[in-house]
């Protein structure tokens, strides 16, 4: 379908590789959407001293500094892109059953592996029907309490798993907070040429926000529930992300107190994919990331989003170099985020017309902190991820989990199969006849 007016038209593909050290057809040597310069940077809120910005850090500690390489550091001739992946563990199955000493406990209330408690007598519960995980006896009563023992039982949002066929997500509350403030949405719909459009939506609450679990949740719903809505009618990919944001948006700033100039008002990031008609799209306001990772593991997996942060905003104002802005301690604060407070919203939005399989990981930062560039992502991916996406979210959420869970972990992974070059050239054909000029590389837009 083509792009309307306003949008960025998809990239012509991304080809194949056969180099040592693979690289993209016609990529840019920096990522295209990254601010052309200080000019553009002072439009946006920042300067030498840096944009508005907020904090959104697991337990309100100071923000760690990064030892990841800039990403567009080059890889040497005789170097594989891919080295060894840095788990030798088997993969998660699930990620709270064995594994390490950090794995035993990820909630306190249910690290029993044997019941402590004398058998409860039956038949005298009268709350939910539900047997307690802790002395696995007790019911436990409607207010979410074990009637035998007295534990409290972890909510069901502390892990949430869900597969739909073309896609999977997986959320988990990490080892370090009390509740799990991420949310995420995935759904499959109708194109109006009859194929199929896979979405799924990732939002990462602001610990620092009121309310961010709510927050997040609201986002969610209200971007898949927008998607799921203008992709049937026939609207261009990019232009329902846009939309779908602004959705979220307007979900977030209804949480906030009715109270003029109220402070802290609940707030989240977003970052989602669309898949459909040979199209892979992607939105985000914030530092929740998407990766594009291929099939094929001699290609260049990529970075597709660039964060709504201080260190990248400095480093797009030419204000300092990538290591030295993520080593600061500035590095992390979000500049971008949904909510009544956020000081200009500016979705964007990009599409990109790959010519090869692949799969797009949507995560929040509680996994990308622990694999922060495309080639650590593409390290930890199982191989078999597009055939297995449910099991490659647990895999990515278990790395998380064992390099420290100190936030919380949400990941989709959503299979990305390349058209037939016939349909790929007939699609290609239509457009131009429409008239829409493609560029080389997609843009996003605010």
């Known amino acids: 379908m083509p792009a309307p007016a306003g949008y960025a038209a998809p990239a012509p593909g991304w080809g194949a590789v056969t180099s040592a050290a693979p690289t993209l057809v016609d990529a840019p040597a920096e990522p295209a959407w990254v601010p052309s310069g200080p000019a553009e940077q002072h439009a946006h809120g920042g300067g030498p001293e840096g944009p508005q910005a907020r904090y959104d850090l697991p337990g309100g500690g100071t923000p760690p500094g990064s030892t990841t390489p800039p990403e567009g550091t080059s890889w040497g001739m005789a170097e594989s892109p891919y080295g060894e992946a840095p788990r030798a563990e088997a993969p998660y199955e699930a990620p709270y059953e064995g594994g390490g000493a950090e794995h035993e406990a990820p909630y306190a209330e249910t690290s029993y592996a044997e019941a402590p408690y004398p058998e409860a007598p039956q038949g005298t519960g009268t709350g939910t029907g539900k047997t307690c995980v802790a002395c696995r006896a007790g019911h436990v009563d409607t207010d979410g309490y074990c009637e035998h023992c007295g534990h409290a039982q972890p909510r069901e949002r502390d892990h949430l798993e869900e597969e739909l066929g073309s896609v999977a997500a997986v959320s988990d509350r990490g ?43 609201a986002a969610a719903g209200a971007a898949n529930e927008a998607l799921l809505e203008a992709l049937p009618r026939g609207a261009h990919p990019q232009e329902a992300m846009h939309s779908a944001i602004l959705a ?31 199209l892979l799209t992607i939105g985000w306001v914030g530092d929740s990331r998407a990766y594009w990772v291929p099939d094929d593991r001699a290609a260049l997996p990529r970075r597709l989003t660039e964060d709504d942060s201080w260190a990248a905003q400095m480093v797009a104002a030419g204000l ?30 990009a599409t990109f017309k790959p010519d090869h399989p692949g799969v797009v990981v949507v995560c929040t930062d509680g996994l990308w902190n622990y694999a922060e560039s495309a080639r650590e992502m593409a390290q930890v991916l199982p191989a078999d991820a597009a055939t297995r996406p449910l099991h490659s979210a647990q895999v990515l959420v278990g790395h998380a989990l064992d390099g420290g869970g100190h936030d919380n972990v949400t990941v989709a992974v959503v299979p990305f199969t390349a058209l037939p070059q016939a ?20 843009r996003p837009q605010a």
Do not use: K
Not at 250 to 257: D, E, I, Q
């Open 175 to 217: 080892l370090r907070h009390h509740r799990n403030e991420d949310s995420f949405a995935v759904a499959a719909t109708a194109l109006p040429d009859g194929s199929t459009a896979t979405v799924a939506i990732v939002c990462d609450g602001v610990s620092s926000a009121s309310r961010p679990d709510e927050a997040s949740a």
């Open 248 to 278: 979220a948006a307007a979900a977030v700033n209804a949480l906030a107190p009715e109270v003029p100039g109220a402070q802290n008002a609940p707030a989240c990031t977003l970052v989602g994919a669309v898949v459909g008609s040979g």
């Open 320 to 349: 300092m170099g990538e290591a030295e802005a993520y080593a600061d301690v500035r590095a992390h604060a979000i500049t971008g985020w949904l909510g009544a407070d956020a000081y200009d919203l500016e979705p964007h939005t």
């Open 423 to 442: 349909r790929a050239q007939e699609q290609a054909h239509a457009e131009a006849e429409s008239g829409t000029d493609r560029e080389t590389e997609a």
